[in-house]
């Protein structure tokens, strides 16, 4: 058979197979690296609740305070227990059950105090501050309002790995107008572990770390770069003479939970994070694989191409001559705020999806740039209409249009020559326009 006569030469049916074989092999390289089982870190507040636990006496005297608990469970379903630390509970819980007539205590799961949305629990575990200090809570019933997080095996986390801490510590809170204790009101801190250890207070096994944790902060997870819960965090070293942190904090391995979690006989999520190792051989293969692949099948193409292409002779595309439209200038997506200020992108070469997620966006924002989803938005240009079209793909914090209108998720809106966007806040400003 002529190849040539079909419209394609021997050239380039390799060059296609290569690109093919590049595709693939680049997806598997990323997924090595990222690795297909985690969540950004940030997404782990989905699992974040807090914790309200007040004693009081017969006497009319009362005391309460606050911490951070975190959802367990099977993925998908819903959630049933929450996980915090023995001292958050301990007054709720113990005076009642060693004075019952003199004493008092409840305990408040809250999923939005803006929203009065809140539970009362029943502590199924617990263990002192100077023990284990964990407390395991039941909700009276499943709910969907969290998602269940998974847990990393601590024997598998590394001297100076990163780590984060999520929860809602008190300074935060005395800093704000008026704390939500939602999802979105989660505050994230970002360290390295810098040994494993157990302190002289308790018999837990810990990781000390230097993420901040404050007050406020205790029983919330501490989670690694793939989301995954490694530890509770419980405590801070604190200067003797001053009170003030000195930056060296503790949390409670996942581990030490674990046991608890199979004595009781509650379910939970066992993260594959363990063979991170082997996840990154496959990037280490597969991704410079890919990319040679696809640069020796581009260049065959390309070669192909011209073998077979006429010299052209007037007229052109609707885009024009030289890559512009009808108006004769060039379309142009120009970054005026945040990581892209002063950079443009040409809209005439396709649509720009802008996000985190580098396998599927053009323009790529750090992975832990906050606010902005892994597909944010799209930007396309209509050249037969001679305007943009601007796509929100769902993001949790929104797409806006420079007079701080919010965008329809999956709708597409026309901007023309000169508007602006943002993505989550003003801080990443967009302008169409044309060149």
């Not at 959630?79 to 305990?107: L, M, S, W």
């Not at 300074?171 to 360290?191: C, H, I, K, L, P």
């Not at 390309?302 to 379309?331: E, F, I, T």
Request: aromatic content about 10%; proline content about 3%.
């Amino acid at each position: 058979m002529d190849m040539k006569k079909n419209g394609l030469s021997k050239k380039q049916i390799v060059a296609i197979a290569l690109l093919a074989l590049g595709a693939v092999s680049c997806v598997f390289g990323i997924l090595g690296f990222v690795g297909g089982d985690g969540i950004d870190p940030y997404d782990a507040r989905h699992g974040i609740v807090m914790v309200y636990a007040s004693v009081y006496d017969n006497q009319g005297n009362s005391e309460a305070g606050w911490g951070t608990g975190w959802a367990i469970g099977k993925p998908g379903e819903p959630v049933e227990y929450i996980i915090t630390n023995g001292h958050v509970v301990e007054k709720a819980y113990t005076y009642p059950k060693y004075d019952a007539t003199t004493y008092g205590g409840t305990i408040q799961v809250y999923f939005s105090a803006a929203e009065n949305d809140f539970v009362q629990a029943r502590v199924v575990f617990y263990s002192g501050f100077n023990d284990k200090d964990v407390a395991i809570l039941q909700l009276p019933s499943a709910t969907d309002k969290r998602t269940a997080l998974s847990i990393r095996d601590s024997d598998s986390v590394n001297i100076g790995d990163t780590a984060y801490a999520l929860g809602y510590p008190g300074d935060s809170v005395r800093q704000q107008d008026f704390a939500t204790y939602d999802e979105d009101d989660v505050t994230m801190t970002r360290g390295i572990i810098s040994k494993r250890t157990t302190t002289n207070y308790s018999t837990y096994e810990a990781f000390q770390m230097d993420v901040s944790i404050a007050g406020g902060n205790s029983g919330g997870p501490l989670v690694d770069e793939k989301g995954h819960v490694i530890g509770i965090n419980s405590a801070g070293a604190l200067d003797p003479e001053t009170g003030a942190s000195v930056g060296m904090n503790y949390a409670i391995t996942s581990k030490e939970l674990t046991r608890i979690l199979d004595d009781e006989r509650i379910a939970y999520t066992l993260s594959s994070s363990g063979l991170i190792w082997a996840e990154r051989w496959m990037g280490f293969v597969f991704l410079p694989l890919g990319i040679v692949a696809l640069a020796v099948g581009v260049a065959l193409l390309v070669l192909g191409s011209k073998a077979q292409a006429p010299a052209a002779a007037g007229g052109g595309s609707a885009a024009g001559a030289g890559g512009r439209n009808p108006s004769g200038k060039r379309a142009v997506l120009r970054g005026i705020t945040g990581k892209y200020a002063g950079q443009s992108f040409d809209l005439l070469k396709g649509k720009l999806v802008i996000g985190r997620d580098p396998a599927t966006c053009n323009i790529v924002f750090d992975k832990n740039t906050p606010g902005i989803s892994g597909r944010h938005c799209q930007v396309a240009y209509e050249p037969n209409e001679e305007c943009f079209l601007l796509t929100d793909l769902g993001s949790s914090y929104g797409t806006f249009l420079g007079n701080g209108q919010k965008l329809t998720a999956n709708v597409a809106e026309k901007l023309y020559a000169g508007d602006t966007f943002y993505l989550c806040d003003t801080n990443n400003r967009f302008a169409v326009t044309k060149e």
